[in-house]
């Protein structure tokens, strides 16, 4: 341990691309503040630029979402030298659902490379405590869960909310998300009959086909970089949120994400009651949890809609949780500790 004090541990990260999310978020801000601290010294490469002088000077090695047969060649190479490996991962890839990424995943080679990291990697590390537990029974004792920070400095200082001359807002954020969705469409739908012009509907990255062309719905497409995505989210000033999740495997290993940046925005959000949200989100306090039913749905939408008082509650509870528990520097905190751990096996 006193090699590792003595000078910053160096880090080689590999990623399939540095323009995902997971390792902007989830990688690049908290490595950025232990480099600028001098607790490490990292740097990123693409897997089929890296080279054996790459590996060796290396203390730790972190793989992201890594899934070629390339990888997990640098994998058994990285271990052949003893350099511990972390594979950081944010989705359950066997059971992803079967369009896009998920086709790919379909290849048995993908697949069989993906479970050889969850078996053989010195630690995994994810963002779900029930992906966690649900790797430690399946394939690998040694799981840590961190999860993604928020950076905070991209909306300082908080933007204020104003009330919107066109009605309060109910926004979404997210991709393509049809089955998730399969419920909440007669419940939108079911909420603007009832409410009509008092509401609006805000969709970014995905909208249902259904309500696409509603008068009060607006479409604003994604694709933004996080440093554009988080004060254009912020700035969009909805009066709450929804965060709906179909009952699946895939969906219950899935990130917290929408309730941390929500809540960083002053958001409040309603939440599919599913471990995604029910691990971290206190029902009527930090958020409403929700069975995933549409009446249940209307019911809990119009709660907030009538419900002011409680929509001010829960955005100040929201707000001071994302604050406390989300921040950069105490997502960089669990990495060195866990970092500092494997470093002292080699």
Not at 282 to 290: K, N, R, Y
Request: glycine residues 6%.
């Amino acid at each position: 341990m006193s090699k590792v004090n003595s000078s910053p541990l160096r880090i080689l990260v590999v990623p399939p691309s540095e323009r995902l999310p997971s390792f902007q978020i989830g990688i690049k801000l908290p490595f950025d503040e232990l480099q600028a601290r001098g607790e490490i010294e990292y740097k990123t490469l693409p897997e089929y630029d890296v080279t054996e002088q790459d590996l060796c000077e290396a203390n730790v090695i972190v793989f992201l979402r890594n899934t070629t047969t390339e990888s997990l060649r640098l994998l058994k190479a990285a271990q052949s030298e003893g350099i511990p490996v972390v594979y950081s991962i944010d989705d359950h890839f066997l059971h992803l659902p079967k369009r896009g990424f998920g086709i790919t995943m379909a290849e048995p080679e993908r697949r069989f490379t993906f479970t050889s990291f969850l078996k053989k990697a010195d630690m995994i590390r994810v963002g779900s405590p029930y992906f966690a537990e649900l790797i430690r029974e399946e394939y690998n004792n040694n799981v840590c869960c961190i999860q993604a920070s928020v950076d905070f400095s991209l909306i300082e200082p908080p933007v204020p909310k104003t009330r919107n001359s066109q009605g309060l807002i109910i926004g979404y954020e997210g991709s393509a998300k049809e089955n998730d969705f399969t419920v909440i469409i007669p419940a939108l739908q079911e909420v603007l009959r009832k409410y009509g012009k008092e509401i609006r509907l805000e969709f970014h990255g995905f909208v249902p086909a259904e309500l696409l062309a509603h008068r009060r719905a607006v479409y604003f497409a994604g694709g933004r970089e996080y440093k554009q995505y988080l004060p254009f989210l912020c700035g969009r000033a909805w009066d709450f949120g929804i965060a709906p999740l179909e009952d699946t495997l895939y969906n219950r290993c899935k990130s917290n994400n929408k309730f941390r940046e929500y809540s960083a925005c002053g958001i409040p959000g309603i939440y599919s009651r599913m471990p995604t949200y029910s691990d971290c989100v206190q029902h009527e306090i930090t958020g409403l949890l929700v069975e995933h039913t549409s009446e249940a749905w209307v019911e809990a939408i119009s709660r907030l809609i009538e419900d002011e008082p409680l929509r001010l509650r829960i955005r100040e509870q929201a707000t001071l949780f994302a604050r406390s528990h989300y921040t950069v520097a105490r997502c960089a905190s669990e990495w060195r500790q866990m970092l500092l751990s494997l470093e002292g096996i080699r």
